[in-house]
């Protein structure tokens, strides 16, 4: 692998046989690299890489960040030695593996340097491939020490220590505890106390006192030369002990929606409000935290998570409208702010405010209406507004760094084209990956820039372009530039992304008087229907002898048929049109007739004469 700028960039694969492939660069970060180290991070076997893009030579580059790029690794094999100097350096720099096995031999030195500026592990690892046995490794010291390990084991880590004969691996004894609480101490010691010591803390003495946490390793030296290297002891100190909450739902949002929180601690721990519980179902305004006992006489506190929920409007109140249609229709609600929609459950409102004209109604029909708040809109705008001393560029290479602060939408940039155009401007990552691409037309002259960009909270975006045919105005180091350029509590425009540091706030790319907004909360009512009904004249009584089902508005013309005597016993005072139904009473005086109807004969017929004239007394 090398590095540098100007295509000096390279990474080559070894074919086994002195010579060397190049494959394609798999470092996706756009600036060059131009100092790397190579080391295993996780002590897992796969090689690690340390990337610095550096300024100008190895000057450091505020702009673009040191990467730590970790290998993901693969089924290969793998061995590595940690070589400890003793009588040569600590490092055992100099010193040289040869690594024997069906392959032949591999050969590994320890460099205090690589190249220009460079310092790798000093770890020596071996890719061993489908191998899975090691014939034998020797380890040649600078001071003249070599050691024969005979089949080390594979997928590991190996200890070796410049000396004639060698311990095995032990473990450090210890009086009191490993895990300390603030002030308190343990002291450390090893099986072999008449031996030599070095600690890995520097001190030389038998037994060392501990009040800090970390790992803690000791070399002991017998009088007989053999030297020992322990096993590394972990130190605990209880403020060490952290406490988070997590959740499941939103922070913050509309009432009735479901937000759960959930503790995580070491140990015993309450909620702000003394709950016990293991989570929280959160249904109104607070300050949550969680305090977890420390192991010692004190509490360690999560961080305070807000819940606000705002509140949902009432539903709008409508009012059917009648009409005689085709016609157009107007529709009213009682708050200024709803939005209307054409069909029950949709999303997509037709209209919004107080009034919904639904233009040409020819049918009855139902529309429906919901209340609308809204909160947290804020809006702000960031940059130059006007050109200052520079040019036209049309140049890709270049763009604009920002830093978001809170989820945004970036609505709109100006511009300022020397001619008549078309470009996509591109929303990168801090790693260079596009995100969101929108594509643009451009007039002569200066234009705003329509780009409705969802931008979540997130550091070194890049506000670029794409596939452009004009060219673009940019302000040079001539101009008052004032970097960085804030869109209130939003967004700040932060630099260009030049890797010199001196030219990183001295020229401004392309996008100028940016408008940026929050993206608020809405909360809304549910939908409330609102019927358009079509005018039908006619009788709405449904007793009335011509009553009309289809009738939406009573014109008068209810009329009613019956007896209209008022001595007949069925007279209603409703009745219109008179007809022969009229029913009388039917007993002469002094008697009470069981032929009612006068048929001759005493019968049901009479008896449903006689329940009709139910309530009518016999005349004496």
Not at 239 to 251: F, K, P, Q, R
Request: contains cysteine.
């Amino acid at each position: 692998m090398t590095s540098g700028g100007g295509g000096a960039q390279h990474f080559l694969l070894g074919q086994g046989d002195g010579t060397f492939e190049a494959v394609p660069w798999p470092f996706g970060y756009p600036d060059n690299i131009l100092g790397f180290a190579v080391g295993d991070a996780g002590r897992d076997g796969a090689l690690d890489v340390y990337a610095t893009h550096g300024g100008v030579y190895v000057s450091p580059d505020p702009n673009n960040p040191d990467v730590l790029y970790l290998n993901e690794g693969n089924s290969h094999h793998w061995v590595a030695f940690d070589l400890q100097g003793v009588s040569s350096n600590l490092d055992a720099v100099g010193s040289q593996v040869s690594l024997y096995g069906a392959w032949g031999i591999q050969v590994r030195e320890v460099r205090a340097g690589e190249s220009y500026g460079m310092t790798c592990s000093h770890h020596v690892h071996f890719g061993l491939g489908a191998e899975t046995e090691i014939d034998s490794a020797i380890i040649r010291f600078p001071g003249g020490t070599e050691q024969v390990l005979i089949a080390p084991a594979t997928d590991t880590y190996h200890d070796v220590i410049e000396a004639p004969c060698t311990l095995p691996p032990f473990d450090i004894e210890w009086a009191g505890e490993t895990t300390l609480c603030p002030g308190e101490w343990v002291t450390l010691s090893t099986p072999y106390s008449a031996a030599g010591h070095r600690w890995n803390s520097g001190e030389t003495d038998p037994m060392l006192t501990v009040s800090e946490p970390g790992f803690y390793r000791a070399m002991v030296t017998t009088v007989e030369g053999c030297v020992g290297l322990s096993n590394p002891l972990r130190i605990y100190r209880t403020d060490e002990v952290t406490a988070a909450i997590s959740y499941e739902g939103d922070l913050v949002g509309c009432a009735g929606r479901s937000l759960i929180l959930r503790g995580e601690a070491g140990g015993e721990w309450n909620w702000s409000d003394g709950t016990a519980a293991d989570s929280l179902v959160v249904t109104s305004d607070g300050a949550f935290f969680i305090e977890a006992d420390n192991g010692c006489e004190g509490t360690v506190r999560s961080d305070t998570l807000e819940a606000v929920f705002y509140n949902v409007p009432a539903p709008p109140v409508l009012d059917d409208v009648v009409v005689a249609l085709p016609d157009e229709v107007v529709l009213m609600g009682n708050g200024a702010s709803l939005n209307w929609y054409d069909a029950p459950g949709s999303m997509e409102p037709v209209a919004f405010g107080a009034t919904f004209n639904a233009g040409l109604v020819d049918t009855t029909t139902t529309f429906y209406a919901q209340a609308v708040s809204e909160y947290g809109a804020a809006s702000a705008s960031a940059g130059p507004a006007v050109q200052d001393d520079g040019g036209y560029l049309e140049n890709e290479s270049y763009w604009l760094k920002f830093d978001v602060h809170q989820e945004v939408v970036l609505d709109s940039v100006l511009v300022f084209s020397d001619a008549q155009g078309a470009f996509l401007v591109g929303l990168i990552d801090a790693e260079g990956t596009l995100l969101e691409q929108v594509a643009v037309s451009v007039p002569e002259g200066p234009s705003y820039l329509h780009l409705n960009l969802s931008i979540p909270e997130g550091e070194d975006y890049g506000l670029r372009t794409y596939d452009t045919n004009v060219a673009l105005w940019r302000d040079g180091s001539g101009s008052s530039l004032a970097f960085p350029y804030a869109a209130g509590e939003l967004l700040t425009i932060t630099s260009n992304n030049l890797s010199n540091p001196a030219n990183s706030t001295n020229y401004y790319y392309y996008f100028y008087d940016w408008h940026v907004r929050s993206v608020s909360t809405v909360c809304t009512s549910e939908q409330v229907g609102v019927d358009v009904i079509a005018l039908i004249n006619g009788c709405t009584y449904p007793s009335a002898s011509n009553f009309n089902v289809a009738a939406t508005h009573e014109n008068g013309s209810c009329f009613w048929t019956g007896c209209m005597d008022p001595e007949a016993i069925n007279y209603h005072p409703l009745n219109t049109t008179a007809d022969e139904s009229c029913i009388y009473t039917m007993n002469p005086p002094g008697e009470c007739p069981a032929d009612l109807n006068s048929d001759g004969l005493t019968g049901s017929a009479d008896l449903l004469m006689l329940l009709t004239d139910f309530g009518t007394p016999c005349q004496e």
